[in-house]
Nanobody
Framework: QVQLVESGGGLVQAGGSLRLSCAASGSIFSSSAITWYRQAMPGKQREVVATITSRYITNYADSVKGRFTISRDNAKNTVYLQMNSLKPEDTAVYYC???????WGQGIQVTVSS
């Protein structure tokens, strides 16, 4: 079972930046696609933010294109989400996810104040 641990969240003003990290255990990391999701409110459906494949192909939700960048460092078993030009509507709990093992991180809060 892969364990995922997110870090880097917090409170930032609109227009600011944050970088989230998702550190994974296990050797399967480098061969797996990793997805960042977010959930704005409890009970609301989680939405895909960005995905990076094992071949470094990336895909983004329309709402974050041009502002967010997903990347990975296989040597560190870590995926990053660089978030720039943050907006209040980006406020959510952010989760990383590996579909290969259906593994979720515990989530980390990002709050953007106006």
């Amino acid at each position: 079972q892969v364990q995922l641990v997110e870090s880097g969240g917090g409170l930032v003003q609109a227009g600011g930046s944050l970088r989230l990290s998702c550190a994974a255990s296990g050797s399967i990391f480098s061969s797996s696609a990793i997805t960042w999701y977010r959930q704005a409110m409890p009970g609301k459906q989680r939405e895909v933010v960005a995905t990076i494949t094992s071949r470094y192909i990336t895909n983004y939700a329309d709402s974050v294109k041009g502002r967010f960048t997903i990347s990975r460092d296989n040597a560190k078993n870590t995926v990053y989400l660089q978030m720039n030009s943050l907006k209040p509507e980006d406020t959510a709990v952010y989760y990383c996810y590996i579909i290969t093992t259906n593994s979720w991180g515990q989530g980390i809060q990002v709050t953007v104040s106006s």
